[in-house]
């Protein structure tokens, strides 16, 4: 049989790929793998085209079973990688013979590794997405011990050959994101400014795919009691609950929502993200309004 | 029918290094201005992800150059004619909710009134949101809204129809909820098929109309 079998989940591992973006406005969250430039990668050095789908780990690896014989890159957050037992490289391509058993261990640091296969994995997809969404639930279930995952066929480029020096992303705690101002930065005091430029957030362990909960300086608005309607969500927007501490979004966040977005992290900062754990430490480098936003 | 919304009043904001958000002021501009932008990025004038209509806004995400399109928007002109083509769908419900009685409280009828009163309005679908399948129907009159629970349902049904503020809805999936629920739809597996395309039934702009029977 064509396919790999997990023989342990972990804290949660899912299917990523490419997400379902274009479908907003149908409430269909993107989705897809949360650390995007780790994923591609991994999939690069597997010999995989762009977008196959791979597993993501959560902050304690997981363990998989090859049903036939396949090559596996296990990258972005750093783990030790063992094959039936044996020390094999992170980051690298490594041969799975046809029933041995590949374990990813803890993160060293970070939060999600990605383990890509060649010929990619071809679980049920949804709107053409093998992508597991925690807020909607389309796409797979999240894994559990004992499903197995179809594998495609083996892929038409060769995997890179080993020990190419692959730009994997160093990963930390300490986390500097430029924040772009607006929409609804008019929702709030000057002081939330001031706060976001000399305030640490720390990432909450109530933390997930949908977003991190950042604990820290309260971003204070100018009247709490006012309502806004609920309008769309930008990837990587972080949002100000009533009690101020922000939520930063994540790939599977809702598509609407009805409390101000103060700034928004572009495509790098909401692949860091990914890789924040709880406790690390969050510093915002706001970056101002565009001077179009002020002619209107 | 509504006066046309004045093209002025699209204000874009900034959404990130690639995304602006327009806020259309009401919610009559920023459907028309959703039509008008679907229409462009149709016929390949905009290039954008994502295009997500809320109450009296519409993000436009995954922009490569927001600027342009920011400089743009002032100096559009918006369809002004209501997007009636098609026919209204139709839902069957039973009005048996848990609420009712509440409602028709509040409303100051009779429980019996209340499906009379509901069905005989025809809604549409203003924007989705909260779980795929679930759409956000106006079409309520001022003195119909009622206030949300105080507490949330920690589960309420997949096919349950509840109404909050300006708002009528249906939960496509069972889920927490904070709804006034008056109604269940027969077959709520109608709001999201994936096999079919749309996956929704109540895409942003449906008109709907809800059809009281009896169980």
Known sequence: ?296 | MSTPPAAHRLRPLPAGPRGILIDCGTTAAARACYRSLQSRRMSGLLEASDLVPGATTVLVDGVDEPELLAAELPGWPLADEPDTAGEAVEIPVCYDGPDLEAVAALWGVRPDDVADIHSGIEYEAAFCGFSPGFAYLEGLPERYRVPRRDSPRTRVPAGSLGIAGPYTGVYPRTSPGGWQLIATMTNPGRLWNEHREPAALLVPGTRVRFAAVRV
């Open chain 1, 1 to 296: 049989m064509s396919h790999i079998e997990i023989l342990r989940t972990g804290v949660l591992t899912t299917c990523q790929d490419a997400g379902r973006p274009g479908w907003g406005h149908l409430a269909v969250p993107p989705s897809g793998a949360a650390d995007r430039p780790s994923w591609r990668l991994a999939n690069q050095l597997a010999g995989n085209p762009t977008g196959a789908c791979a597993l993501e780990t959560t902050l304690n690896g997981c363990t998989v079973r090859a049903h036939r014989d396949v090559t596996v890159v296990v990258g972005g957050a750093p783990c030790a990688v063992t094959v039936d037992g044996r020390p094999e490289s992170w980051g690298q391509p490594v041969k799975l013979q046809a029933g041995s058993v590949l374990d990813a261990g803890p993160a060293e640091v970070g939060v999600r590794s990605y383990l890509a296969f060649s010929g990619g994995l071809h679980p049920k997809s949804s709107l053409g997405s093998h992508s597991t969404c925690l807020l909607s639930g389309l796409g797979p279930a999240p894994l559990k011990d004992g499903d197995t995952i179809p594998l495609g066929p083996a892929p038409a480029h060769p995997p890179l050959p080993t020990q190419w020096p692959a730009p994997w992303a160093g990963i930390g705690d300490e986390f500097v994101m430029k924040l772009h101002l607006g929409p609804r930065l008019e929702w709030f005091r000057p002081e939330a400014v001031a706060e976001l430029t000399r305030g640490v957030w720390t990432v909450s362990e109530h933390s997930n795919r949908i977003g991190l909960r950042l604990e820290g300086p309260a971003l204070a608005r100018t009247d709490a009691s006012l309502e806004l309607p609920s309008e769309g969500i930008a990837a990587g927007a972080l949002q100000v609950p009533p009690n101020g501490q922000p939520i930063l979004f994540g790939a599977d966040h809702p598509t609407t929502g009805g409390y101000p977005v103060i700034g928004v992290v572009g495509p790098e900062a909401q692949a860091a993200a990914a890789q924040a754990r709880p406790g690390s430490r969050i510093r915002f480098v706001p970056i101002p309004m565009p001077h179009w936003s002020k002619r209107a």
